[in-house]
């Protein structure tokens, strides 16, 4: 691939530059025959490496490469490393197997010896159950800014080697050749082969040499103290795409996906497209408006009101914005009736002119309409045609979040609004994405207590009536910590008991309450038992949950 020029040339020319080091480019295919195994395909180059250095013996390391544009931290999957490990039923050992992850935008790399990284992974799927999954064995987040790299379990310090791969000289290659070659010498093969082989065995639909595993995004949202939103790629690209085509979009999901926070970051990364900002012309901040179920067709157009005992026509907030030229932004938008107070708007989000009213009730007054014009939005005032028309620009767009749980208790966009708006759908991260994006964000807790939080995210992700998004989880999560900073400075002398049941079931009421106790009974004793058979809580704790909501409702 394109992407690995600066590697590719990097070992090309270690290898050419130093006698004691001899590089080749290869494949699974090639190694295969060499160990006198059946090897699945990969769609990575790999590199053999054979290090003689005088007075000792020689000895020969294999890089499995992952090659990535890292400036969103995006995931990846270990799978033909996984499949080699347990296809050749750890003979692969012998050639001391590396990962080598290697970021082209920056030209970094992060290396581990695959005993480190899969024993890491051994370690942890001994102490708890790590769910199945129909796209990827071994999910793997590198994290170059931390140092990181996590497969379910978190590899840092020591046991990860960083570097400039321009900059990278044969010294500091061969030193950590050995330093891997010494890891794979102390580990624990038979222990690592069982592990990868019972996760292989469990993910059975995973086909490495087939479409490969949409890349996933971290998309910062506050620079500032460091929030982000893990998404697959292809839905940003959709989320700006969507924005760019049409003038209505809707981002829809469960609540806790990050659709508000993903809106914003949309409109700061648009709002210096020349598409959206004419030459010498400026982006204004969008309106912003959270609509609720008492609004009619006057809070979203606008309507006759009584101004100095006259009637006259106030503008609603579709009609503020293009006045002003600025965006509408209608967060939660199913919490009002749109079918009710849209209206004339149907016709004009098709592109249409409608009349929405009149300036007054005088006879001299003129007539209210709403239309389109090319580039920006403006107000045309005609006294001769007796028109005052809002035209809305090329540019201009109402965006809008939607949240499909609530919809089944608040209100559904009929079919005639729906087809006026692009929908965009965001989805609740997967369990094992989840758990990545947990492991990097609470380094303070203990696996046991993420161990628990995840559990709790796959019992809620196993139906469509109860997925929820990451943020409630990570808002547990952040609870947890809290209860365990309390602790310390009360210098609590029964240290366990934070960590017991009870803590979670406060953190989940705290956080989760509200939205539970609107939840369909049948739909909630689902999920009790889902979450008693995973060992999150006990009888007693799900019936003092139940109890605590019931003021919630």
Known sequence: MANDTVLREKLTELGASDSRLTIERSTTRELAVDLEVELGRSPNALYRILVEEPGEAPFEAVAFTLVLNASNRPATR??????????????????NPLLLVFDYHQSRFLIVAASTLFGAFAKEASRREIPASGTSSFSLTP??????ITMYANVSGDQLWPGDMKTLDSNTFIAGLKRVRADTLSADVPAIVAAVQKRLAASPTV????APTPTVLTVPIDDAVGNDIRIDSRLWRMILTAIRSSPAVILVGPPGTGKTALLSKAIRALSDDPQFVPEGGVFHDPLWATPDESWTARDLVGGDTIVDGQIRFR???VVRAIAADRWLILDEANRADMDRIFGGLLTWLSGGTVAIGTEHSGSDAREIQLGWAKGVSRVTDDDDTQVLQYRAGSNWRMLGTYNALDAQRVFRFGQALGRRFVRVPVPALSPELFESVLAERTAALSPDLRQGIGRLYTAHYASAATVLGPALFLAIAGYLVSALLLQVDAEDSSPAAPLSGEIMAEAYVVHVGTWLAQLEPQDRDALRERSQ??????NAEWDWIETMIVSLA
């Open 78 to 95: 270990a799978e033909a490393l996984g499949q080699a490990i347990a296809q050749s039923k750890g003979k692969l050992f012998e050639r």
């Open 143 to 148: 994290n170059f800014e931390h140092r990181t």
């Open 207 to 210: 086909d490495i040499g087939g």
């Open 315 to 317: 503008a609603g907030w």
């Open 533 to 538: 058979q995973a060992g999150i809580f006990s």
